[in-house]
C-alpha cells in the first residue's frame, strides 16, 4: 500500500538512486549557475553548465562550501532565484557572527515537507496522532520544518513552540498528546517539571518523542525512553541542508536514514578532507538535491559520524548514519588533552544518580586549565551522608578520568539549579575565551 506520492523513492535500488541523485544534481548546479559565489567556483573548475556533470563523481572536483562562506555572502549572495520567488526565509541560531540565512521557493518548500512527512511516517506516526511541537517557530528550522510535515500526514497539530514549561504540560494532558517534538535536553526538564506539578505520568497519553537539534547520547536518549516509558527517535538536520528530516532513525532505531534522493553524502577525514569508507568516522559533508532558490554544494557540517554499513530491517534504501559524535569545533583542548562533550555526557549518564541537566565549565588557573564538570543530582543524594557523596564524587571523577583521561573538579547541584535553554543546551561555557 502506498501511503503518501514519494514512498516509492525510499525503496529505490542504488542504481535508481544515483540517477535520481544525477538528475536533481544538474537542475542544483544550473542554479548554482546562476549565483555570482557559485558560478565563479564551479567555472573555475571547469563546470560552466549542468551537462558538465556527466556523473556524480564529479562532485569530487568542486570545493567544499563552509559556513565562512555563506556569511560572507550574506544576505543575498547565494539566492539563485528571483526575490519574488523566494516565499520564506530561515537562519541559523548561531550566536556568534553573521546569522547564515537560507532561502526556500514554493517548490522548495514542498519538497522538504515531503521529506518531514516521510520522516514522521518512518518512526510509526500517523493521522491518529496528536503531535505537540516543542521545537521554537521562528527562523530556527526546528519548529516550522516539522509542522508542515506533520500537517499533511493529517496529524493533530498542537504549535506549542519552545519554552513556557507549564503551558506544554496542560496542553499535552489536556488534549492526550502522543508524540512531541523537542531537544533531549528540554525533554528532561519536562520530565522534571511533570514531577512537579504532581500529575502522574499514567495521565499522559505520550507515546513517542522526536529528539534532536542537539548531541546527545544514546544513554540519554534511553534515559528519556525511561523516564517517559515511551520510545525516542533520533532527528538530525540543519538549516543549510533545509532543517530537520536530513536524517531521521525509523523504529528500529539503529541509526538515521540519510535521505539520499535529498542530500548526497560524504564523509570526510576530520583534518586531511580527503573521502573515508562506510564505517569509518569523519566529517560529514552534504550537498542539498532540493533546494533551488539556495544551492549549496559540498557543505563541510562539521558534524562527526560515520555510515553504518549494511542495510535496514526496514528496507529502506538510503543509507543510514550513526548519531553525531560531536561536531569538530567542540571539541576542547584542555591541557593538550582532545576532549569531546559527549564522552562527558556518555560517563554522567551511566550514574544512576545523575540528575536531568548538567553543565561543562573550563576555566584558567594560572597557567593551566581547569574542567569543571557540574551536574544535578537527586536531592536524596545531597542530604546523604557526605562520606556518600565524596563517593559518589570519586566514582564519577574516576569514570571520567577513565573516559578522558583527565580528573575533573566535580560539582553536585540540587535539581533545577543549573541554567536551562529554550532552544538548544549549552553544554559548555569555556571561560578562557570562548563561548559555545
Ligand atoms: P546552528 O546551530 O549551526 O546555528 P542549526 O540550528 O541549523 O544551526 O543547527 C544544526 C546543527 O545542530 C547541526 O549541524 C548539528 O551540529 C546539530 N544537530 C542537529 N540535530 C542533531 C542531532 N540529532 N544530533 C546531534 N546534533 C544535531
Ligand atoms: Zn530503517
Redesign the pocket.
Known amino acids: 500500500m502506498i501511503l503518501y506520492e514519494q514512498e516509492e523513492l525510499e525503496y529505490l535500488d542504488r542504481r535508481a538512486l544515483e540517477a535520481l541523485q544525477l538528475l536533481r544534481l544538474k537542475k542544483v548546479i544550473a542554479c548554482a549557475l546562476a549565483t555570482p559565489f557559485y558560478s565563479e567556483r564551479l567555472n573555475g573548475v571547469g563546470i560552466k553548465h549542468p551537462e558538465d556533470m556527466s556523473c556524480l563523481e564529479d562532485l569530487q572536483k568542486i570545493p567544499f562550501t563552509t ?1 565562512d562562506d555563506l556569511r560572507d555572502t550574506y544576505p543575498f549572495g547565494l539566492l539563485a532565484v528571483d526575490k519574488e520567488a523566494v516565499v520564506r526565509m530561515h537562519a ?4 556568534t557572527g553573521k546569522p ?1 540565512v537560507i532561502y526556500y521557493s514554493r517548490e522548495d518548500l514542498s519538497r522538504w515537507t515531503q521529506l518531514t512527512t516521510r520522516s514522521l511516517i518512518a518512526t510509526g506516526c500517523g493521522p491518529k496522532d496528536v503531535f505537540q511541537n516543542m521545537m521554537t517557530y521562528g527562523l ?3 519548529g516550522l520544518g516539522l509542522h508542515y510535515g506533520a500537517e499533511d500526514l493529517g496529524m493533530f497539530v498542537i504549535p506549542s513552540s519552545g519554552g513556557n514549561t507549564k503551558r506544554q504540560i496542560q496542553l499535552m494532558h489536556d488534549f492526550g498528546t502522543t508524540v512531541v517534538h523537542a531537544t533531549p535536553s528540554y525533554m528532561l526538564h519536562l520530565h522534571s517539571q511533570i514531577v512537579e506539578s504532581g500529575l502522574p505520568l499514567s495521565e499522559f497519553k505520550v507515546k513517542k518523542a522526536l ?6 547520547s544514546e544513554d540519554l536518549r534511553q534515559k528519556i525512553e525511561t523516564l517517559f516509558g515511551i520510545d525516542a527517535y ?7 541542508m533545509n ?2 528530516s536530513v536524517a531521521f532513525e525509523c523504529i528500529h532505531k539503529k541509526g ?1 536514514h540519510l535521505w539520499e534522493d535529498a542530500y548526497c553524502i560524504e564523509i570526510v577525514d576530520r583534518n586531511k578532507l580527503t573521502p573515508l569508507a562506510d564505517g569509518e568516522v569523519g566529517e560529514l559533508v552534504l550537498t542539498n538535491l532540493i533546494r533551488h532558490a539556495s544551492p549549496i554544494l559540498r557543505y563541510r ?3 562527526l559520524t560515520r555510515i553504518i554499513p549494511g542495510s535496514c530491517d526496514c528496507g529502506r534504501t538510503a543509507r543510514r548514519v550513526d ?2 559524535m560531536g ?1 569538530t569545533d567542540d571539541m576542547l583542548i584542555i591541557n593538550g588533552v582532545n576532549v569531546f562533550p559527549s564522552q562527558i555526557e556518555e560517563v554522567i549518564m551511566k550514574i544512576p544518580e545523575a540528575g536531568n541537566n548538567y553543565r561543562i565549565l573550563v576555566r584558567k588557573k594560572g597557567t593551566l586549565d581547569v574542567l569543571i564538570v557540574q551536574l544535578e543530582v537527586a536531592p536524596a543524594v545531597l542530604t546523604d551522608d557526605t562520606r556518600d557523596l565524596y563517593a559518589l564524587k570519586a566514582r564519577l571523577g574516576d569514570a571520567l578520568k577513565a573516559s578522558i583521561s583527565i580528573n575533573p573538579a566535580v560539582e553536585f547541584h540540587e535539581p533545577g539549579q543549573l541554567p536551562v535553554q529554550e532552544g ?1 543546551a549549552i553544554r559548555v561555557v569555556d571561560e578562557r575565551g570562548n563561548l559555545y
Not at 529528539?211 to 546527545?216: D, K, T
Not at 533520533?234 to 543549510?240: A, F, M, P, Q, R
Open positions: 559556513k541559523s541560531s548561531g550566536t547564515t530556527f528550522t526546528g529528539i534532536g537539534a542537539e548531541p546527545h533520533n532527528s538530525y538536520g540543519l538549516s543549510e532543517g530537520p538515521m557540517t562539521k558534524d548519531r553525531m561536531r538548544k
